[in-house]
């Protein structure tokens, strides 16, 4: 006869025979709780992978520059192409956790010399090594050498190191690879196994993914400054930011078009004021300095940029440019949205291979779009109210190609295609519920890069700089009039450098205009783009939406004056779009 009662055995039974999964789950999410044997072989972590060796590989003709046999290359010249003949890159060798044995050994830590060769501290002969094998060393017996370092406060501070022999090094598992690369193997653990390697080019070079980590020398080359970039445990990505007006019941957006960022320094054009004689300009850190204080100063809910933020051919290793010009937005936790131009895919990588990095990368509300869409980062993105789930604002996001592929019939630039804008008119569906159920008026803006045709129909209701002939396509496949069915208020592009206006396009029915739009310009950013007529300093246009008055209002601001705001407007009032 049972102590317990009949229902307790059941429940007891239950959890005895949920007690393995409950196991594995706090195993796999929480804590280490099951040995190594069992850990290693769970389904969910038989994919995870480390690295097992790394190795340089240089060769002087690309046709017999394969990879050594066992192992798999980093696909990226460590000369950048700067070297006339030759190349050199990082190869590694992988293995899933599932297949390592007990002895092996996996990379466990990197590091790199910040001297040509091993030098001589002070004359006293020894070895200097890099910080990184120093602090790992600490607490060795041996002598002792005094380096100067900056402290997180900005001010020189001393550090005592002790100075390791070889043995010391060797012993602790450190091996020394060509142009200063230390690799430190060891036992497997999974917190410090070295799961992923990249490597990053140019000294404002910015590492901004999820976890990832840039050592701070560049690799002992003689051609570029090669950053290595690496990776320990998988992490979960970061999810979504949800965007949200805020308590004022305000929400701020910050356009930024045509970046122009190059894998390297960049070459400013049409700086305004001309440089004078002998005078340096590179013009990334220019434009970031420019994009930096403009940040500090509005602090925006979200940043949209409307293409061109990398300069095709000026961008060998296209991920170095994109990360530097995303680093603003992702250091300060800023969510950002991010569309393609026409310039973007002409360095080292893909529309597709571009977006798929964006759309991981912290804060990011990109996304590369429906598959079976034309075009790559064709997405919808919701403002919700401050107090509820509802959407006070839809955002549509296009992606306007590049260049016509029918040339001889519709020469110049591609053009939003009708599977485009079939999507468009229901990419707000899922959120219809909690657009219908919001409590003021509901507004929309579209953002993409390259302008439609009706950005041609200049006219007197306009305001800001018309400087140069409107790049648009020449076939009108009349996504104007589908965006003017959603009641979108207010589309802003780039692609026209020295363009910024707002010019008010009214309804027509006679041409299918439904609906007042302001099509406006966000005037270029970058001072690695064109920006010569008539001298154009560089700016960036904001958009304010009172979610109250049911307003959005915009400005500019130049790089020449950065702290004063310019050609403030409404552009819709009380949630119609006018011209005032």
């Keep these: 006869m049972s102590i317990l009662p009949k229902k307790w055995v059941r429940q007891l039974i239950y959890i005895l025979l949920l007690l393995p ?14 040995p190594n044997s069992v850990h290693f072989v769970l389904p969910v972590n038989r994919h995870k992978a480390v690295i097992t060796q790394l190795a340089f590989r240089e060769c002087y003709f690309s046709v017999f520059c ?26 590694y060798q992988q293995s899933s956790w599932n297949d ?83 690799v430190k193997y060891g036992p497997f ?56 007006i805020n308590s004022q019941g305000k929400f701020k957006i910050l356009q930024v078009a045509d970046l122009h960022f190059s894998t390297l320094n960049g070459t400013c054009q049409d700086p305004v004021p001309p440089l004078k004689p002998n005078e340096s300009c590179f013009a990334d850190a220019r434009t970031l300095r420019f994009l930096n204080k403009v940040l500090d100063i509005e602090n925006p809910d979200l940043v949209v940029l409307t293409g061109d933020q990398i300069y095709g051919d000026r961008a060998p290793d296209s991920q170095t440019a994109m990360f530097k010009a995303l680093e603003p937005f992702i ?6 949205a991010l569309t393609l131009g026409n310039h973007d895919d002409e360095g080292s990588l893909s529309r597709d291979q571009l977006m798929e990095i964006v759309e991981q990368l912290p804060y990011s509300l990109s996304e590369k779009g429906p598959a079976e869409i034309d075009g790559v980062g064709n997405f919808y993105v919701p403002i919700h109210g401050s107090k509820s789930s509802n959407v006070a604002v839809s955002l549509y996001f296009l992606d306007t190609h590049k260049y016509s592929k029918q040339r001889k019939v519709h020469p110049g630039y591609d053009w939003i295609k009708e599977n485009q804008l079939e999507w468009l008119g229901k990419a707000h569906n899922p959120y219809l519920e909690n657009i219908e159920n919001y409590s003021h008026i ?37 996504a104007r009039n589908v965006f003017g069915k959603l009641g979108v208020g207010v589309i802003s592009v780039g692609h026209d450098h020295c363009n910024d206006y707002c010019l008010f396009d009214e309804k027509d029915e006679e041409r299918d205009k439904t609906g007042n739009i302001w099509l406006c310009y966000g005037g270029a950013a970058g001072e690695g783009g064109y920006g010569g007529y008539g001298g154009t300093t560089r700016r960036l246009r904001l958009f304010s939406i009172d979610s109250q008055s049911n307003d959005i209002s915009t400005w500019k601001r130049l790089e020449s004056s950065p702290e004063d705001i310019f050609e403030e407007q409404i552009l819709v009032k009380n949630g119609v779009t006018v011209w005032e």
């Design 21 to 34: 999964t409950l196991l594995v789950g706090i195993d796999v999410l929480l804590l280490r709780l099951l």
């Design 66 to 91: 394969q990879p050594k046999p066992g192992f798999t290359r980093l696909e990226k010249n460590l000369f950048l192409n700067k070297k006339w003949i030759g190349q050199a890159f990082v190869e």
């Design 100 to 182: 390592l044995t007990g002895d092996q050994p996996v990379v466990l830590d990197l590091a790199i010399s910040n001297i040509e060769e091993d030098s001589k501290v002070a004359g006293n002969g020894n070895h200097l090594y890099p910080i990184r094998i120093l602090n790992d060393l600490q607490g060795i017996s041996g002598r002792r050498f005094i380096s100067k370092i900056v402290g997180d406060d900005g001010k020189e501070e001393e550090v005592v190191y002790e100075i390791p022999s070889a043995k010391q090094i060797k012993e602790k598992g450190w091996e020394k690879l060509k142009y200063g690369l230390w």
């Design 189 to 244: 653990d999974e917190f410090q196994a070295i799961t992923n390697i990249d490597v990053l080019y140019g000294f404002e070079a910015k590492e901004v993914r999820h976890k990832w980590i840039k050592l701070p020398n560049p690799l002992l080359l003689n051609h570029v400054p090669v950053f290595f970039s690496f990776v320990r445990k998988g992490e979960k990505q970061l999810s979504k930011p949800k965007l949200k």
């Design 331 to 336: 250091s300060r936790k800023i969510p950002y």
């Design 442 to 478: 509901h507004l929309s803006m579209g953002f993409f890069h390259i302008p439609l045709p009706e950005y041609r129909d200049f006219h007197e209701k306009h305001l800001g700089s018309y400087k140069e002939g409107v790049m648009a396509p020449t076939f009108n496949s009349h």
